[in-house]
């Protein structure tokens, strides 16, 4: 009940700022308005405007503490609409100020005075690549700025698209003339392919149930959830979904993507709200913001601490050479900048480099293909035909190229596709006709099989259970394609 005190009286002490800054209001009113009247008034406004979110602060505490949450939505509901109105009069008051001021300085402006243009920062257009989750930025933003402008032909038009975009978005229009007249049929076809409705409200509902989960208490990772949740519930809404009836829905899988101490003081605050009535999305939001700001302040305030007392040392590491027992000690201090043979985490950089080269890769398809068809340095994938997989090809190649990986030593089971790849990239494997191997799994380009070697050898003797067993030791088969026949051999042993 102290606690509920205090908050009582910070309370007040805000609506009492609050109303001595309507009476200020109230006495300018018939007033002749000076220069420093204005000034005054317009710090006043700065006060007044930062005093909200200290009374949110305050209120929304109260609120998940109070019996009455009645009585506490009443008194928000007063404070609130005060407030508004105040800040209403007082923008109204400088407004009124400054028009008498423009309509006397353009009286006693000569006719030949003019203003200079004041020069404003180009506008620059958006890239698309494909992700339905950007199309309707980028179309709202193009049609405003371009396809609607009528003092922009049809050919500069299309120009402008092009130009925006790329990755699979570009390949649509791609086959496309450039002329005047197929701008409209440009336009029609990207809105074909990516206008559709029921694909962007699939692609922001499945955002919304893939929210990355929150695994450690983080200011900076939860308003990265709180802005991911209004931009994909603005997009539905947009979309004419019923967002508002979805409430109970919401919080229930926002809470399951909570870190453990959240989760549990969003708990705490549920149960003293009124258990008779549904919680409403709004109220679980300005919790979560709540909760940010609160965890920043302390991450704030224990990085000032830390700060001040631990030091860290260089990141390198120490050794000590000498050439024999008897001469003197030199230490040698070396720093690794790139993924070095041979270290123990080697491996892994290796494999988390491509990952993170996969992952700032704009275009979709293309960072698909480099996060999941990967296996370590190998890359196995393919294509519905020949300018697919060209295109795949390139990107792939110019995406590892930008981080210094070349890729090398191109097989496939289509002579085009080796042919006209740069001769650095070919695979000198002279008089071989060894299968390509990966996790087992043997690959014949030339006749396009896939086997696998056993090493199986003919006996005139016959065969016996060690034998059977050598050739079941050596089959490696980590993908189970092999399971049927390997069954089939373990049974026969056990008859034997």
């Known amino acids: 009940m102290s606690e509920e005190r205090d908050l009582i009286k910070k309370r007040g002490s805000f609506k009492g700022r609050l109303t001595a800054?309507?009476?200020?209001?109230?006495?300018?009113?018939?007033?002749?308005?000076?220069?420093?009247?204005?000034s005054e008034l317009q710090l006043r406004m700065g006060k007044i405007e930062s005093l909200y979110e200290q009374y949110d602060e305050v209120q929304l505490r109260l609120e998940c503490i109070a019996d009455d949450i009645k009585l506490q939505v009443s008194e928000r509901s007063d404070f609130e609409s005060l407030y508004y109105k105040s800040l209403?009069?007082?923008?109204?008051?400088?407004?009124?100020?400054?028009?008498?001021?423009?309509?006397?300085?353009?009286?006693k402006s000569t006719p030949g005075s003019m203003h200079k243009p004041v020069k404003l920062p180009t506008i620059q257009l958006p890239k698309f690549s494909g992700l339905y989750s950007n199309w309707l930025e980028f179309r709202d933003t193009f049609t405003s700025l371009i396809h609607t402008n009528d003092d922009i032909d049809d050919i500069n038009k299309f120009h402008y698209l092009r130009a925006s975009l790329e990755g699979t978005a570009a390949i649509v229009i791609k086959s496309v003339e450039f002329s005047s007249s197929n701008y409209s049929v440009a336009w029609k076809l990207l809105r074909d392919r990516f206008d559709?409705?029921?694909?962007?409200?699939?692609?922001?509902?499945?955002?919304?149930?893939n929210i990355e989960s929150l695994s450690k208490?983080?200011?900076?990772?939860?308003?990265?959830?709180?802005?991911?949740?209004?931009?994909?519930?603005?997009?539905?809404?947009?979309?004419?979904e019923p967002v508002k009836q979805w409430d109970t829905l919401l919080i229930y899988i926002v809470t399951r993507k909570l870190d453990q101490r959240t989760y549990r003081e969003w708990e705490e605050c549920k149960g003293s709200l009124d258990k008779t009535s549904p919680i409403a999305f709004e109220v679980f939001m300005q919790f979560l913001r709540?909760?940010?700001?609160?965890?920043?302040?302390?991450?704030?305030?224990?990085?000032?601490?830390s700060q001040a007392?631990?030091?860290?040392?260089?990141?390198?590491?120490?050794?000590?050479?000498?050439?024999?027992?008897?001469?003197?000690?030199?230490?040698?201090?070396?720093?690794?900048?790139?993924?070095?043979?041979?270290?123990?985490?080697?491996?892994?950089?290796?494999?988390?480099?491509?990952?993170?080269?996969?992952?700032?890769?704009?275009?979709?398809?293309?960072?698909?293909?480099?996060?999941h068809d990967f296996y370590v340095d190998d890359l196995l994938t393919g294509g519905r035909d020949l300018d697919e997989v060209r295109f795949i090809r390139a990107e792939v190649t110019k995406a590892l190229a930008s981080a210094?990986?070349?890729?090398?030593?191109?097989?496939?089971?289509?002579?085009?596709?080796?042919?006209?790849?740069?001769?650095?990239?070919?695979?000198?494997?002279?008089?071989?006709?060894?299968?390509?191997?990966?996790?087992?799994?043997?690959?014949?380009?030339?006749?396009?099989?896939?086997?696998?070697?056993?090493?199986?050898?003919?006996?005139?003797?016959?065969?016996?259970?060690?034998?059977?067993?050598?050739?079941?030791a050596r089959i490696f088969d980590p993908m189970g394609l092999l399971c049927p026949i390997v069954v089939t051999m373990k049974v026969l042993l056990q008859k034997m």
């Not at 209403?88 to 009286?107: H, P, V, W, Y």
């Not at 208490?217 to 004419?240: F, M, P, T, W, Y």
Request: hydrophobic share 35%; glycine share 4%.
């Open 21 to 38: 800054f309507v009476n200020f209001l109230d006495s300018l009113k018939d007033k002749t308005f000076t220069r420093c009247d204005v």
């Open 88 to 107: 209403s009069r007082a923008q109204n008051i400088l407004t009124d100020f400054n028009k008498d001021n423009e309509s006397m300085g353009s009286c």
């Open 196 to 209: 559709n409705r029921r694909l962007l409200v699939q692609n922001h509902v499945s955002a919304l149930f």
């Open 217 to 240: 208490e983080s200011s900076v990772a939860l308003k990265s959830l709180i802005d991911q949740l209004n931009k994909d519930l603005r997009a539905l809404e947009s979309l004419g």
């Open 290 to 305: 709540s909760r940010a700001d609160l965890i920043e302040t302390l991450e704030l305030s224990r990085t000032n601490y």
């Open 309 to 371: 007392v631990i030091k860290t040392g260089p990141k390198i590491k120490s050794m000590v050479a000498t050439q024999s027992p008897t001469s003197s000690i030199s230490e040698l201090t070396s720093k690794l900048n790139t993924v070095t043979y041979g270290t123990a985490s080697a491996p892994f950089l290796a494999t988390r480099c491509l990952k993170q080269i996969g992952l700032e890769c704009r275009d979709p398809k293309i960072s698909e293909i480099i996060i």
């Open 404 to 472: 210094c990986m070349p890729l090398r030593k191109w097989r496939s089971n289509d002579p085009q596709l080796v042919s006209d790849a740069v001769p650095q990239s070919f695979n000198l494997n002279i008089g071989s006709d060894e299968p390509d191997k990966l996790l087992g799994l043997g690959w014949h380009v030339n006749s396009d099989d896939l086997g696998f070697p056993i090493g199986f050898t003919k006996s005139t003797n016959g065969y016996t259970k060690r034998d059977l067993l050598s050739v079941i």
